[in-house]
């Protein structure tokens, strides 16, 4: 058994929060110690420190839950920091989507590329640097394990800018392995991929289920007419559903398949978001309303409070995220595990630049996380990564030094933004909008 502190910054989290608790309750065989709870919401972390008390005691794992609205008192002294924060909330995610519209620029999500991706990066930069160098200061040794998004340049604005040793880590690849296992009947084994790209937009460049290759099998179950199994947890017409439209159209040019859901690769090919696609909805995707999000947020806190209820039992068992597997691997308490991961590129593609955050494959065990070399990229899918790496950089140096012109540049260099002449006023817009949040700026 390992004792270790895990501190979870945004821990006051309704969606995130339960989630996290209840992956680390399932590791009680090899791991216990203090999960250490840090939000600015002082309601929502007392909601969520009860309830990790309470799956702690229902789980009968070793863990203590402690809460804290003081960064360095929670950072103090613990070995993995993992980071699910929202500056400003859903109503700057609103500006994020609406003020683009405004201008023509339309976005499924608004989170990683196009303009709301950028106007998300600059909020988001100078508190993700503030944990960093709270930690560089009270726990230098610790992992930063980053569920944040835009994850590329967020990742990268702590990697270039601290010593900190930073992940990053989403489940998009992994519920696009989930579909292709409902697709074909195989168990998790019997599926074998090598991936590599960037954040919401990573390639499946090797892919082999069951023995035989994994893109003719796809390509063979679409043309006999079988369908796609959607994902379990939403409902079909849900703005988060994955019908793969995008994914079997960009398959049939590119011959790659992509390793994220369809609402977010759409953002890096225009051509899906036009008006001719009647903005996404002939390839089934559409933008995720803000409406939509406030829904859920209500009711993920109604679930959370009926749960504190006397009397009443949170459902236990772990999800399908990979951070409690990566520190117990780390912690050197289980296997090393196989996973998909954003790292700092140290060669693992050969032909990216080095240090721009890439997503890859990789092994993660008592001695560190290990990217898996795929070499270079093929042809067609380094002309979809590369224009967006040197983006992100653009992103990542206007953010931390407060550049209005980098910004500006950056916005008009993505391809969602058609009409550079407009961009500047948008940018103003975005700005203003999030000016509270822009000390840098």
């Not at 990683?112 to 600059?122: E, I, K, M, Q, Y």
């Not at 800018?161 to 519920?175: A, M, N, P, Q, Y």
């Not at 292709?180 to 195989?186: P, Q, T, V, W």
Request: aromatic share 6%.
């Amino acid at each position: 058994m390992r004792t270790t502190r895990i501190c979870i910054v945004g821990g006051g989290s309704y969606n995130w929060g339960p989630t996290l608790l209840k992956d680390i309750a399932s590791k009680k065989e090899v791991l216990d110690g203090t999960v250490v709870l840090h939000d600015v919401d002082p309601v929502a972390l007392d909601d969520m420190a009860r309830l990790g008390r309470k799956i702690m005691e229902q789980a009968e794992a070793g863990f203590a839950v402690e809460a804290t609205t003081d960064l360095r008192s929670a950072l103090a002294g613990a070995e993995f920091v993992v980071v699910t924060i929202t500056t400003g909330g859903l109503e700057t995610m609103a500006c994020d989507l609406e003020i683009p519209l405004k201008y023509g620029v339309y976005q499924t999500v608004g989170d990683t590329v196009g303009p709301g991706g950028l106007s998300r990066a600059l909020r988001n930069i100078p508190p993700m640097l503030e944990i960093a160098r709270a930690m560089e200061a009270v726990c230098p040794d610790a992992w930063l394990i980053n569920l944040t998004n835009p994850m590329s340049t967020l990742t990268r604005a702590i990697a270039c800018s601290t010593r900190i040793k930073v992940v990053g880590l989403c489940h998009e690849v992994d519920s696009t392995r989930a579909t292709l296992l409902r697709m074909f009947g195989a168990r998790p084994d019997e599926l074998e991929a090598l991936v590599a790209g960037i954040n919401h937009l990573p390639w499946f460049v090797q892919l082999r289920i069951q023995g035989e290759d994994g893109v003719e099998r796809v390509r063979r179950h679409v043309a006999e007419g079988r369908p796609i199994p959607l994902k379990p947890d939403f409902e079909e017409r849900s703005p988060f559903q994955d019908h793969w439209k995008v994914k079997l159209a960009l398959l049939d040019v590119v011959g790659y398949l992509a390793g994220a859901g369809d609402r977010h690769v759409a953002e890096f090919f225009p051509y899906f978001l036009k008006e001719q696609t009647r903005f996404g909805a002939d390839y089934d995707v559409e933008m995720t309303p803000i409406d939509l999000r406030r829904r859920r947020t209500e009711a993920h806190r109604e679930r959370v409070r009926a749960w504190l209820r006397e009397g009443e039992r949170v459902p236990l068992g772990r999800s399908r995220e990979e951070f409690s597997d990566i520190i117990a691997a780390l912690e050197g308490v289980s296997e090393p595990v196989r996973t998909v991961v954003n790292l700092p590129n140290v060669g693992q593609i050969a032909n990216l630049p080095r240090d721009v955050i890439v997503e890859t494959s990789a092994v993660a065990g008592p001695t560190g996380i290990h990217p898996i070399s795929v070499g270079e990229l093929p042809l067609p899918i380094l002309a979809s990564v590369y224009p967006h790496v040197i983006n992100q950089e653009m992103t990542v140096q206007a953010g931390i030094r407060g550049d209005r012109k980098l910004a500006l540049q950056a916005l008009i260099n993505d391809p969602l933004v058609r009409d550079p002449a407009s961009a500047r006023s948008m940018l103003d817009e975005l700005l203003r909008a999030n000016a509270r949040w822009l000390p840098q700026f």
